[in-house]
């Protein structure tokens, strides 16, 4: 038996920049890939984010519309967006714009990809990206029909950390993956009438959070689960409040989530191999990761890419898609997998939106 180190582990410091490149590490400057006209649908959080994200590349975006006109106006003018149209089919329309960034409800979000992807866009969709699997794969039919890219905006599919993670779990570094272990815990205010809770805006936890956690763990297993088991406790509207759930896929690998929307919990997640287990926190947008190795219990502090340019990776991908990239192609699979997943988990707690009654 041998002897446990003694005093503090070392940790010792590795970087994207000490690996072999990937095409995650160069996907920020797009430099193989051609610019896109982008306009975005809606005026919240997310699009000011990606008008940030662009500006970060010195670009501007093409275009923006809203449902409400004025809100398109005042975020055009905070950010310079070289066109404002009056409305959405105006957008949606427009031969200046080759792709949209869809922003608004996700209930919302197959109307408007019926009418994008019908007219020929390109479209990057927020999480999460339909209420439904049914949804999802009218959708993807529809991009293959016509020949263009759909794309989920979930940052956990793009950020490079996880390119970079996935690649050394694939290469055998880490050895088999056996659990992964996911929190993630928000306190929103108890309002009934808010997007958080309402069911008219698709409210809940597993939409609104749960796909981070169900996108990571999945991204790390070798396929999705067949075994699901899970608890959930409603807000006073129906939707699932808090949850509790246990999947494990044909190979035997497990992953765990704990969600709630009105109770705090860090965005932790824990990846345990046979060789070592990988602790990653605030996990959305990741760009560091702490891998403990089993054999002598030292720390190896990883890190690729950059949280700020979180949405820059996403923008990245879509426009290298666009150009013939295989990999950023193929990661809608993951998306469908986690879609079904989320649609088992409701089936279950017998929870429908009313969009699907």
Known sequence: MSAKPSGQKATRSVSARQVPATRASRRLSLGHAPYLHWGVIGCGVIANQMAEALALQGRQLDGVA????????????????????????ELIGSPDIDAIWLTTPHNTHIHFLRQALTAGKHVLCEKSITLNGGELREAIDLAKRTGVQLMDANTILHMPLYRALTRRLAAGEFGPMNLVQLNFGSYKAYDMENRFFNPQLAGGALLDIGVYAATLARLFMMSGPDDVVSIMNAAPTGVDETSGIVMRNPQGQMATMTLSLHSKQPKRAMISCDKCYIEIMEYPRADSARIVWTSDGHVEAFSAGTTDYALCYEMADMEAAVAGDVETRGLMRITLDVMDLMDRLRRDWQFRYPEEQ
């Not at 809203?66 to 089919?89: L, Q, W």
């Open 66 to 89: 809203n449902r409400t006109p004025s809100k398109a106006h005042d975020f055009a003018d905070k950010h310079g967006v070289k066109r404002c149209y009056e409305t959405i089919d």
